[in-house]
T-cell receptor, first 109, second 113 residues
Framework: DAKTTQPNSMESNEEEPVHLPCNHSTISGTDYIHWYRQLPSQGPEYVIHGLTSNVNNRMASLAIAEDRKSSTLILHRATLRDAAVYYCILNRYGNKLVFGAGTILRVKS | NAGVTQTPKFQVLKTGQSMTLQCAQDMNHEYMSWYRQDPGMGLRLIHY???????DQGEVPNGYNVSRSTTEDFPLRLLSAAPSQTSVYFCASSLNRDPYEQYFGPGTRLTVT
């Protein structure tokens, strides 16, 4: 699977939007972009996934660059409950996931 | 709908002991997998199964055995525990036709002394 690069950590204020970047310059045409998050002492939780077009769901939005070499997870209004490690993962099928270190998101009240 | 359940939540073993970590799901998911997470690191895939009777190795399978006799259950066996297997273990499941949303269990924290 192609490699992703994410910032080690980010900080946000509560109720403000958060943009979490992910670079994946070696992405292949069949790789989906997946985002999972892991709250403290819990298992990972699916957030969103996409292939080429931008995607929205109840949790977040995923903005994918036209060349697919980068993407951004957007949390529209951060809450304290969104403080977690966010993982950007490339995978063709979505099941055999390879997790990197992710981005630690801190939310300030 | 309980989702993915794992037992026990915590376990301490001595080196050389064996044990089985239990994982069950009630969503009729064909695909199930086991990951381990070491401190400060991402998850690594141990074994996976695409359906009852079918299992395969992931990235770090050594020291672990699995079997899948039913759709609901996917136990992970440690044959002879070693300190290097101290970790948090997560089980996950999904539909084969929609593998993009994996459901994870709450984890089992295992310490091997």
């Amino acid at each position: 699977d192609a490699k992703t690069t994410q910032p080690n950590s980010m900080e946000s204020n509560e109720e403000e939007p958060v943009h979490l970047p992910c670079n994946h310059s070696t992405i292949s045409g069949t790789d989906y972009i997946h985002w999972y998050r892991q709250l403290p002492s819990q298992g990972p939780e699916y957030v969103i996934h996409g292939l080429t077009s931008n995607v929205n769901n109840r949790m977040a939005s995923l903005a994918i660059a036209e060349d697919r070499k980068s993407s951004t997870l957007i949390l529209h209004r951060a809450t304290l409950r969104d403080a977690a490690v966010y993982y950007c993962i490339l995978n063709r099928y979505g099941n055999k996931l390879v997790f990197g270190a992710g981005t630690i998101l801190r939310v300030k009240s | 709908n309980a989702g993915v359940t794992q037992t026990p939540k915590f376990q301490v073993l001595k080196t050389g002991q064996s044990m089985t970590l239990q994982c069950a799901q009630d969503m009729n998911h064909e695909y199930m997998s086991w990951y381990r997470q070491d401190p400060g690191m991402g998850l690594r895939l141990i074994h996976y199964s695409v359906g009852a009777g079918i299992t395969d190795q992931g990235e770090v399978p050594n020291g672990y055995n699995v079997s899948r006799s039913t759709t609901e259950d996917f136990p992970l066996r440690l044959l002879s525990a070693a300190p290097s297997q101290t970790s948090v273990y997560f089980c996950a499941s999904s539909l084969n036709r929609d593998p993009y949303e994996q459901y994870f269990g709450p984890g089992t924290r295992l310490t091997v002394t």
